[in-house]
């Protein structure tokens, strides 16, 4: 017992001062929450959670996974693609430009390294119809500039072939969703391109075209006006129908027949047009339109219809090309890069438009079939065939007010651009003759 009692005095000698009844009532005196801290070293242990939290934040732009996808001045970007072409994307000498941009706007405020989250805003951007011929060159630009996309499309002409090289890059997604139902989505901006653009997609079921035009349209509108994003409107010249004016321009309000086979796709555009003005009138929605007059490219459907690709498939193939007609119609062609930086100078711009994007170049049929043969096949024939109802007589861009607003013209000519295309295209053909096509 006396022993018992001797411990028992002793922790009260030994115990820190704090603990002493004297600074026991001493805190006791002070409010109930800083009584709370002062106990039992609380706030040593608080400092130092405040230290490591700092040094942590300090040094995480360095560890950030995500950095090391967004590409630096002397690296180029992570490219997710064993496919050449995309490499080839990448040293396109805007990206340089795109790159310092990016860096100056980083390293604006003097600091070496920012802390995630107060760097430069990325935009989350939504491209609808993003697997398909534009889609694929205008996603991978706002990849490589340093957003976030998001595609949806349902792959009725799209691939999922042509962004395969983005699966697992942090910064992309995919989903499969078509348009013509509301979806909800967080972004900044929207790119509506989601809609068959050859006659031979657009005819396959002309009502789902106009669904496609019209509700697609309004779903998008619908989704920019609640989530405040901006929404950019891929019309085309086929709004000018068979036109009475040379060339076209944007204050020309067409000459289309309401009842045609191709008016599914001529109407639903003039309507989607109409749509995106009254949601800008009346909701205030920030809405860009762009139409696009006829663009050729790398990826465009082997078989589409449209005219370049088909002489292209054709010359390949050693068929004759199908001119339909007597081949003096008209049209002009643009590269579908050309395209793409259109589309972001006008999202980026301040103007509404509509803009026409297109390549004011000028061939007829024959002349552009003879341009084929010379890149292609010299001994390449031609074979005339019945025209197709309401095919335009002529079509040639008015570019001015696009220069003029939106200091944007295409660069690269036909004869620059065909050869460009060639090579996928003898590839594809290449591979469905092995079988292995798409
Ligand atoms: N390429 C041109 O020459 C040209 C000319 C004028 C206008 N445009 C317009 O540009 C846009 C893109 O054209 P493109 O040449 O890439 O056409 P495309 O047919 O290659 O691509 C269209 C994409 O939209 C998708 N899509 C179609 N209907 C959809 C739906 N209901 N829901 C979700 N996705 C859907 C397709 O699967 C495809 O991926 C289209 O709106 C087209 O009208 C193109």
């Known amino acids: 017992m006396k022993q018992l009692h001797k411990q028992s005095t002793m922790p009260i000698s030994h115990t820190p001062k704090l603990y002493s009844p004297k600074s026991q009532k001493h805190i006791r005196s002070l409010p109930r929450s800083l009584t709370y801290l002062l106990r039992e070293q609380r706030l040593l242990f608080i400092f130092v959670g405040v230290l490591i939290g700092s040094i942590f934040f300090l040094l995480q732009p360095s ?86 996309v998001i595609v949806v499309d349902n792959f009725f002409t799209g691939r999922k072939d042509n962004l395969v090289h983005l699966f697992g890059n942090p910064r992309f997604e995919l989903i499969r969703h078509d348009v013509v139902e509301p979806i909800l989505l967080e972004v900044d901006q929207i790119y509506h391109l989601a809609c068959p653009a050859s006659p031979v997609h657009y005819k396959y079921n002309p009502v789902k075209t106009i669904k496609t035009n019209v509700m697609g349209t309004l779903n998008m509108l619908g989704l920019a006006k609640r989530i405040g994003a901006k929404f950019l409107l891929t019309s085309t010249s ?25 008016s599914c796709y001529d109407e639903g555009k003039r309507t989607a047009e109409t749509l995106t003005m009254d949601y800008h009138r009346g909701a205030g ?42 081949g003096k119609q008209t049209r002009s062609f643009q590269y579908v890069s050309d395209l ?53 007589h002529k079509r040639k861009p008015d570019i001015s007010k696009a220069k003029e607003l939106l200091n944007w013209e295409p660069k690269i000519s036909l004869r620059e651009g065909l050869p460009l295309m060639v090579n996928d295209f003898r590839n594809r053909i290449l591979n469905e003759d092995e079988g292995k096509g798409n």
């Open 340 to 392: 793409v930086d259109g589309l972001v100078a006008l999202m980026e711009g301040e103007h509404v438009g509509p803009f026409n994007l297109g390549n004011p170049g000028e061939f007829t049929m024959l002349e552009l079939a003879e341009v084929v043969k010379e890149t292609i096949d010299p001994s390449a024939t031609i074979e005339f065939k019945p025209n197709t109802d309401d095919d335009p």
């Open 238 to 262: 086929e709004v000018y129908g068979d036109p009475l004016e040379h060339p076209q321009k944007e204050t020309y309000w067409g000459h289309v027949n309401p009842i045609g086979v191709r």
């Open 63 to 148: 560890v950030n996974p995500l950095s090391s996808a967004t590409p630096s001045a002397d690296q180029p970007p992570r490219i997710f693609s064993a496919n050449r072409e995309s490499s080839v994307r990448y040293q396109d000498p805007n990206y340089e430009h795109n790159l310092g941009t990016r860096n100056n706007y980083r390293y604006a405020s003097g600091v070496g390294r920012i802390p995630v989250g107060i760097g430069r805003k990325r935009n989350r951007i939504v491209v609808t119809g993003g697997a398909g011929f534009v889609g694929f060159d205008l996603v991978d630009k706002l990849i490589a500039r340093g957003d976030d």
């Open 285 to 326: 929605v920030e809405v860009r339109i762009a139409r696009i007059f006829n663009t050729y490219g790398p990826r465009m459907c082997l078989d589409d219809g449209r005219v370049v690709s088909n002489f292209v498939s054709q010359a390949i193939r050693k068929q004759p090309m199908s001119v339909y007609g007597d």
